[in-house]
Every structure is written in structure tokens, then in C-alpha cells.
């Protein structure tokens, strides 16, 4: 099937035997059951990652509802399992906690990620350790205890791209972990490009209504039932109302990339002219966000919209818009945040569906004041 339509069907293709037409949400915390020697046998498979067909025993061992997100999610990245998490960031942690229990606590990682992926990854809290490298210095980083490639592609914030192919390539046997938020599988699959662990934080295009919050791994299923011995213990699960509206948000993510994409498209090439922006930042596959770096203070720009969102986040049906070095990168050392091209003059904008034409009236008239306002670099506040 083409992956619009299996973003309508996947999850959802036992409902005509059921007889219903809504996916059924199961907010039950535990399951009852006469055969204890059943559950016991049970027990023992769900506590070695096992997924069983049928009720689970407790909620936090698996969930119904959850678990239809899950095979969706795959289906779209072109793998055979998903796990699930409370946040993008659990799932991250869990990829993490899974390099160090194997042994190979070494991670290599490509800068620019999300600000507090790069905080979490550079901190060691999960006992792993970190050599950061160029792209093409990945391959003479690695050790034998490397046990995690990480990078994000498109970036957060810049948009920068990396060649997959090339990237895996380098990897050799190391798993390769790509973080897909941004371009989701509408734009990408990495799997295609030799990558082997796909995340998302779900809370932002998955979802795609600002609504819901979520993460999720991509992968085969060995390593999937190592992330749900982990998601067991740690007990980061998915809540199955997140998981129902997670399964909805697919049904139309290619429709949402699609037209979100168009106008950002547009509004960087609108950017790209205006006198008040330096230069723009915007991904040769497309997508949703859109970056630019402004001549005028950006904090006056975020302050003078009116339709777009100053907000964190992104991925919503409405346009968002934030300061990286005050908000998502703020974690990040500053000479990190620069050597990696997060500028103080960089904003980040996730496109939305509004008309194009009104949300350029909004940028432009915002990107004016901020040169009117006087001031043309503004530093992050201090913290």
C-alpha cells in the first residue's frame, strides 16, 4: 500500500471484525484473570520484552490501544516494531539505558540535536559516554564499546541535513539511531537509508495537534523487546488516551506534511527577500519548519506577532514560532550553541495550515518592528 494509505488503515485492520468503526480505547490499569498459572507463564514472557496477543495482566505492561499506535507507527517507517514512551525524551532515554545495559556504553552523536537530547546525551546521567563528531569523523570516533550513533535530520534547530547512506555506512555494525521528528516518514525513512533505530517525539507532527504528549522507537524486534524491558521497569509507558490520539494523528499526517510543507515553502522564499532577515534556513527535502536569522532583535519579532504561536514546540495545525538560544537550546552551552550554528539571531518556525498569505502579513509587519525597534543582535536573558 502507499503510505497515505496505510497511514487511514494500519492499526485499525481488525475493526470490521469487532464491529466497530472507531478504534476502541482501553483505559483499563489491570486485567482480570481466573488462571494464575496462566498469568504467571504471561508474566514471565511480558518481563523478557515479549508482545503476546490478547489482554496484558497490568497497564503498565502493555496496553491495547497503545499498542495499535505502535504496529501503525512501524508500518509507516517501514520497520517491524514500535515502542512507545511518555515523551520523546523517555524513548530517548530508553535507547540510552539500552546501550549501557548491553555493555557498549559509548555513544557517538552529531551536533545539532534538540537542546535537551544534547544536555541528557552530554550530561552521562544514564551512564553512557559521548564523543561528539562532524558527520564525516563519525567512523573514526567509534570504539568497541560504542553501542549508539545518534544524529537528527533535519536538525533542530538549523535544519541541517546529513547523508543517511553515507552516515550508515560509517556506522558499520553500530546501530545507527536517527531522530525523524522533523521530516517524519512522509519525507523520510531512514530505514531505507541503512539506519536501524528510528525516534520520534510523537508530541509533535505524529499528534500534529498540540495535544497530546509522546515518544516513540522504530526498530526490529529484538532490540524493540529490550526497550520494553526497560519501559517495564522505568515505567515511561505511552497513557492509552495519548496512544488513541497519537493512532488518529497518523490517519492524517501525509495530508498535514503535504500542505504544511507548501507553505513553508513558500514563506522561506518569501523570508529569503525581506530586508530584515540575514538568511534563512530551510531543507532540501522540504518539510514543515522553517529557519531564519533575523537583522533586527528577534525577541521583538516573537513579541509583534499576533497569528503566529509564540510557543515552544511544534508540529501543530497553527504556526508556531520561538527563540532557540532562550528556549529549546537554552540547555545547551553557548559556544556549543554557536559552534553548531544556533545563533542568537535564529528563530525556528513550524509552519502551520492557516492561508500562507495571512501568516506572511504577520511575519512581515513582526520582522519590520523588530528592525524599527533599534536594537540588531540581542543576546539570549541571562539564566
Not at 529484538?222 to 497513557?239: E, F, K, M, N, W
Not at 492509552?240 to 513553508?264: C, D
Not at 515553502?265 to 533575523?294: I, S
Amino acid at each position: 500500500m502507499q503510505l497515505e494509505t496505510t497511514a487511514v488503515h494500519a492499526g485499525r485492520e481488525d475493526l470490521v471484525d469487532l464491529g466497530v468503526h472507531a478504534v476502541p480505547l482501553d483505559l483499563s490499569t489491570t486485567y482480570p484473570s481466573r488462571d494464575s498459572r496462566e498469568e504467571a507463564l504471561r508474566l514471565d514472557a511480558f518481563a523478557s520484552g515479549a508482545q503476546l496477543p490478547g489482554a496484558p495482566i497490568y497497564g503498565r505492561l502493555g496496553n491495547p490501544t497503545v499498542a495499535r499506535f505502535e504496529s501503525a507507527l512501524a508500518a509507516l517507517e517501514g520497520l517491524p516494531a514500535a515502542v512507545s514512551f511518555a515523551s520523546g525524551m523517555a524513548a530517548l532515554s530508553a535507547c540510552l539505558l539500552a546501550a549501557v545495559s548491553s555493555g557498549r556504553p559509548h555513544v557517538v552523536a552529531v551536533r545539532p540535536l534538540y537542546g535537551t537530547s544534547d544536555h541528557l546525551i552530554a550530561s552521562g546521567l544514564l551512564g553512557n559516554q559521548l564523543t561528539w563528531a562532524d558527520p564525516d569523523g563519525v567512523a573514526a570516533a567509534i570504539r568497541p564499546d560504542t553501542g549508539l550513533v545518534i544524529v537528527e535530520t533535519p536538525a533542530n534547530p538549523t535544519l541541517s541535513e546529513i547523508d543517511l547512506r553515507a552516515l550508515a555506512d560509517a556506522c558499520g555494525s553500530v546501530p545507527l539511531l536517527v531522530d525523524n521528528t522533523f521530516a517524519t516518514p512522509v519525507l523520510q525513512r531512514p530505514v531505507e537509508c541503512g539506519a536501524s533505530i528510528v525516534l520520534h517525539s510523537a508530541t509533535k507532527f505524529l499528534g500534529g495537534h498540540g495535544d497530546v504528549l509522546g515518544g516513540v522507537v522504530a526498530c526490529d524486534e529484538s532490540y524493540a523487546r529490550v526497550l520494553r524491558q526497560i519501559r517495564i521497569v522505568t515505567g515511561g509507558v505511552l497513557h492509552p488516551l495519548a496512544g488513541y490520539l497519537l493512532l488518529r494523528g497518523l490517519s492524517t499526517l501525509p495530508v498535514r506534511i503535504k500542505a504544511q510543507s507548501a507553505n513553508a515553502g513558500e514563506l522561506a522564499r518569501r523570508l529569503a527577500a525581506h530586508p530584515g532577515v540575514r538568511r534563512v534556513h530551510y531543507p532540501r527535502l522540504g518539510g514543515p519548519l522553517v529557519a531564519f536569522e533575523v537583522e533586527g532583535d528577534p525577541h521583538a519579532v516573537i513579541a509583534a506577532v499576533r497569528l503566529v504561536t509564540p510557543a515552544v514546540s511544534l508540529g501543530s495545525v497553527d504556526t508556531l514560532i520561538q527563540h532557540p538560544a532562550s528556549l529549546s537550546h537554552r540547555i545547551v552551552e553557548e559556544a556549543d550553541r554557536h559552534g553548531c550554528g544556533v545563533s542568537d539571531q535564529l528563530l525556528r518556525m513550524s509552519v502551520g495550515l492557516e492561508d500562507v498569505d495571512d501568516l506572511w502579513d504577520d511575519l512581515d509587519s513582526a520582522v519590520l518592528a523588530a528592525i524599527s525597534s533599534g536594537s540588531r543582535s540581542v543576546p539570549a536573558p541571562a539564566g
